[in-house]
């Protein structure tokens, strides 16, 4: 029972309009990617990085100031969750609660913002299906950002966009090691295979993608499985 | 730039007073795990799931009924944060907070549950000093616990204890790739890790270790350095 990790090297700078899976396609053939990496085999599970995904869709805004940016994480956030100093943790449209309502300003041209994603699940669609028809596999498709949370200091990244694989994996109903049945086990493996991609990738070392190989999940969700509705949330 | 994760297989229930670094190490030696894995490589971090540390130490407690595991939840909870119905999410006394302050029912002994350990960073400190001293290796230790988080479905596994490897990894200071310098960007590796690991764990199959292999991290940290302080916690 093992899996891999793989950083996808020698990816550019990534200008609008670019068709993100035939990048990555077109990048594993390089020869620092392919020894190691190969070409994409049937369950591997393709992370990447939102940024790269969204300065593809265009989803980047001129930004000259902190006033500027500001206002771009206000029409972004849907609602306001929190707000301390300059920090404001909001909810986005699609419902993920995150710094900035997932402005940013890290990796993108200076002068720019980068937004997410529209529909980040779509996104993670389209990548997977043009891999897909392309490269004749089955493969999972996640879409990441790098997420603060509550009590826990540091950031982990998260998924979501997500194609091809399940966002949670039900152990209820199963037994274990002493035959008593699991109570509420339902665990985020989309969000675990994000951090666990994220170990490869870094902040600032340009790999903004990875391959998760040795996989074996059944089923498939979406990142929005992984939001929780409110009635749901006691921290909210 | 890539990483390999193995579950370690074959360990089998864990009584009290057993030496968990003898029993992995054991454990690496035998045919199933051998051959894939091999024996620990410097750099390597091993990765355990807190229920074999807590039943080595003695953390566990009978416990007939609900109302008797009731009573240890709030015996173990150094405060109540919330409480729905039976679900309770409190405070640890290490300052973890999570579901039921870690007390557990599953994968115990019917009658009984498993707390946390009473110090997870010392018993992944002293795990980790002995297979040093005894393998003659240079590794990292962490101890997990699955947590939920607010906000979004399904639990991760989280660090609860840390030896030989850096909790969180700063960024702050490093440029990206337009030079700019990263703002706030402290990652959680050991969380990370942890569910990266949990990737080939499960919840059922009795796999309660495994070895990241191929992280290059320098320092060290504590997994009391990722219990965020009160006064900078916007959700308590």
Redesign the interface.
């Known amino acids: 029972?093992?899996?891999?990790?793989?950083?996808v090297?020698g990816i550019g700078?990534v200008p609008p309009h670019t068709d993100i899976a035939h990048l990555i396609v077109e990048a594993l053939l390089l020869p620092v990617n392919a020894d190691?990496?190969g070409p994409l085999r049937d369950h591997d599970v393709l992370v990447i990085t939102h940024k790269i995904v969204s300065k593809a869709e265009g989803a980047i805004r001129p930004s000259a100031d902190i006033e500027s940016r500001k206002a771009i994480v206000e029409e972004e956030a849907e609602s306001i969750i929190?707000r301390?100093g300059d920090l404001i943790?909001a909810r986005t449209q699609h419902g993920?609660?995150c710094a900035n309502a997932g402005v940013d300003?890290?990796?993108?041209?200076?002068g720019y913002v980068v937004l997410l994603p529209r529909d980040p699940d779509a996104s993670a669609h389209k990548i997977r299906m043009r891999i897909e028809r392309t490269s004749n596999v089955s493969i999972g498709v996640v879409i990441t950002d790098?997420f603060g949370?509550?009590?826990?200091?540091?950031?982990?990244?998260?998924a979501i966009g997500i194609s091809g694989l399940p966002?949670?994996v039900d152990?209820r109903g199963?037994?274990?090691?002493?035959g008593?049945e699991?109570?509420v086990?339902?665990?985020?493996?989309a969000?675990?295979?994000a951090?666990?991609a994220?170990?490869?990738m870094?902040?600032?070392?340009?790999?903004p993608a990875a391959v998760?190989r040795?996989?074996r999940l059944a089923g498939s969700g979406r990142a929005q499985?992984?939001?929780?509705p409110a009635q749901?949330?006691?921290?909210?």
Do not use: C, H
């Open positions: 029972m093992s899996l891999s990790i793989f950083g090297q700078e190691e990496i929190r301390r943790v993920f609660i300003n890290s990796n993108v041209e200076p790098t949370r509550p009590w826990r200091r540091g950031l982990t990244d998260v966002s949670l152990y199963t037994v274990d090691t002493f008593m699991l109570e086990t339902e665990i985020a493996v969000d675990e295979i951090s666990a994220d170990l490869v870094g902040k600032a070392d340009g790999v998760v040795g996989m499985d992984l939001v929780r749901e949330d006691m921290f909210r």
